[in-house]
């Protein structure tokens, strides 16, 4: 299946969004991953596999990646009620990846990831994000600026496409509003970096008129 073809948010983005629906209480985070990872005769588990390789990979503080996790499912960031170190939660997200492929192909062995988006790109995820830092740390409120600040860090130092998608997701988790404009400039993004249009949006990101001010 191409990349364009997966209709709904992929990777550590998407798994995030696992974590937001009613059934987490009722199943444990491996159970979830584990189901994410299946979604699609197992075509997610290869998006997830990349994106925890990259981040578990880079020199991200743990903190940052527990920040970031938290907020991209809609919760803020507690360091003494964070369930799973970090980094310890990537490797888990992998050891499960890894078995869903090894289901298909048995003697599957993990490969370091693509090198990540062009430098082009990961300005221009950059601008948009800072362009929205405001209503971001408005809506996340205490927490806002460290995970605008995180967002930036994973863009810069591990991928632009894995901030983007993680940037979209703390947007909608939050329901920050996005004005029209930028709504069309993040489906432009969207098709750079080769996404079906619903993983920019899949109908939870907040599009409102233009106004005096982008």
């Known amino acids: 299946m191409r990349r364009e073809d997966v209709w709904v948010d992929f ?3 998407g798994l995030t969004k696992w974590f937001a629906g009613p059934w987490v209480a009722q199943a444990t985070p491996e159970e979830i991953v584990a189901g994410a990872a299946d979604w699609g005769d197992g075509v997610y ?21 527990e920040r970031l996790w938290r907020a991209a499912t809609g919760l803020p960031y507690d360091p003494d009620d964070v369930w799973l170190d970090g980094r310890a ?3 888990e997200i992998v050891r499960i990846s890894v078995e869903r492929v090894r289901r298909d192909y048995p003697s599957f062995t ?22 929205a830092a405001p209503a971001v ?14 967002l930036e860090q994973v863009v810069v130092e591990v991928d632009p496409d894995l901030g983007f998608r993680l940037f979209l997701r703390v947007l909608k988790a939050y329901l920050v509003p996005v004005a029209e404009s930028r709504y069309q400039r993040y489906h432009v993004l969207g098709e750079r970096f080769g996404y079906h249009g619903l993983v920019v949006d899949d109908g939870t990101l907040q599009s409102v008129p233009d106004t005096d001010v982008d």
């Not at 997830?48 to 743990?62: H, I």
């Not at 740390?137 to 995180?150: E, H, K, P, T």
């Open 45 to 65: 588990a290869a998006t997830l596999l990349e994106d925890a390789q990259r981040l578990l990979e880079s020199a991200v503080p743990t903190r940052v990646i």
């Open 11 to 13: 990777g550590l983005s």
């Open 137 to 150: 740390q408005g809506a996340v409120r205490a927490d806002g600026a460290d995970v605008v600040a995180a």
């Open 89 to 91: 939660w990537l490797r």
């Open 110 to 131: 993990p490969v370091p990831p693509e090198p990540p988006a062009d430098g082009a790109l990961r300005e221009a995820v950059l601008a948009e994000i800072r362009a």
